[in-house]
């Protein structure tokens, strides 16, 4: 039984020196000044610490303002990265501007016999060329017809004429015929018939 005591007020005590370490340690550096104070003693009207209470809080303290320094100086190396990263980042977002109006004008252009053209120029030109070929088109289609037309009229004209033609022969054949009989009925009446 007297080794359960024993064990008990062993295991109180750690417990208690455990917990005070701990919360020694988790407190901030105000904390630390304030129970440094609370705990030391008074001579006159001047507080007397404990060298090694003292040097306890300087160590804390400057442990402190290293931790601090060294955050300081990672987050300024941080802020130098980043700075830098940025500047790498707008170099590249200014690059794939220049290349996105570049693939802007080449999508809105047409490259027509080495020239480029808006595609809005490039439309109304070939629509305007298309147009006059059309134009043209109609108009020889109707000097086609019209030079067809003129010349079926000079076929039947010249049909007509070659009958007319024919007509005249034969007739003319025939009063040839009429006049040499004539001449020969003429002929024979003077020889004496």
């Known amino acids: 039984m007297k080794s359960l005591y024993l064990l008990i007020l062993v295991l109180l005590i750690s ?11 988790t407190l901030s550096i105000e904390g630390k000044f304030d129970l440094i104070y609370k705990t030391s003693s ?18 804390d303290v400057l442990d402190s303002i290293r931790k601090i320094d ?21 170099e590249v977002l200014g690059i794939l501007d220049l290349d996105m109006k570049l693939l ?23 629509w305007s ?3 006059l070929l059309i134009i043209a088109l109609f108009y020889f289609i109707y000097q086609y017809k019209n030079s067809y037309s003129i010349l079926s ?9 070659e009958e007319e033609l024919t007509i005249y022969k034969k007739k003319s054949l025939e009063r040839e015929q009429k006049l040499r009989r004539q001449l020969q009925d003429e002929i024979n009446k003077q020889r004496g018939v």
């Open 70 to 90: 060294h955050e300081l100086q990672l987050n300024n190396n941080k802020n130098t990265i980043l700075k830098d990263s940025l500047k790498n980042v707008n």
């Open 15 to 25: 417990t208690v020196s455990i917990s005070q370490e701990t919360k020694k340690d």
């Open 153 to 161: 009229e000079s076929k039947s004209n010249l049909s007509e004429t």
């Open 42 to 59: 008074s001579y006159k009207e001047f507080k007397v610490i404990r060298k090694s209470r003292f040097q306890n809080l300087k160590n």
């Open 104 to 126: 802007i004008t080449k999508k809105n252009s047409i490259s027509f016999l080495g020239i480029q053209h808006d595609k809005s120029t490039y439309t109304i030109t070939v």
């Open 129 to 131: 060329i298309i147009l």
